[in-house]
Nanobody, 123 residues
Framework: QVQLVESGGGLVQAGDSLRLSCAFSGRTYYMAWFRQTQGPERSFVLG????????YYADSVKGRFTLSRDNAKNLLYLEVNNLKPQDTAVYYCAAAKGPVYGSLSNPSVYEYWGQGTQVTVSP
């Protein structure tokens, strides 16, 4: 069983930077961040394959979003620079315990999800 807890969201201004954290327990193979604005769909942001640090990004976030981790503390971080109002969303951490079949940007390949953390960016 994998448990995920996100933190670090809040109200920020455009141009600010923010670091979100995902504390997890259990063994993971892939971990990723998604975000959800209005509507039911969650959009892929970026992810990592835990055993070899292979990192994959959505094209729309390259350059401003960075993934990092603290293995000793079982933490996955998402750092966002130069925040924009369109980054306003609930950000979710997701995990898969083993190899997946399908696109790593598809939410359905991840078995475990956190409760999400709200990020609101004011103009």
């Amino acid at each position: 069983q994998v448990q995920l807890v996100e933190s670090g969201g809040g109200l920020v201004q455009a141009g600010d930077s923010l670091r979100l954290s995902c504390a997890f327990s259990g063994r993971t193979y892939y971990m990723a961040w998604f975000r959800q604005t209005q509507g039911p769909e969650r959009s892929f942001v970026l992810g990592i394959r835990w055993n070899d640090d292979y990192t994959y990004y959505a094209d729309s976030v390259k350059g401003r979003f960075t993934l990092s981790r603290d293995n000793a503390k079982n933490l996955l971080y998402l750092e966002v620079n130069n925040l924009k109002p369109q980054d306003t969303a609930v950000y979710y951490c997701a995990a898969a315990k083993g190899p997946v079949y399908g696109s790593l940007s598809n939410p359905s390949v991840y078995e475990y999800w956190g409760q999400g953390t709200q990020v609101t960016v004011s103009p």
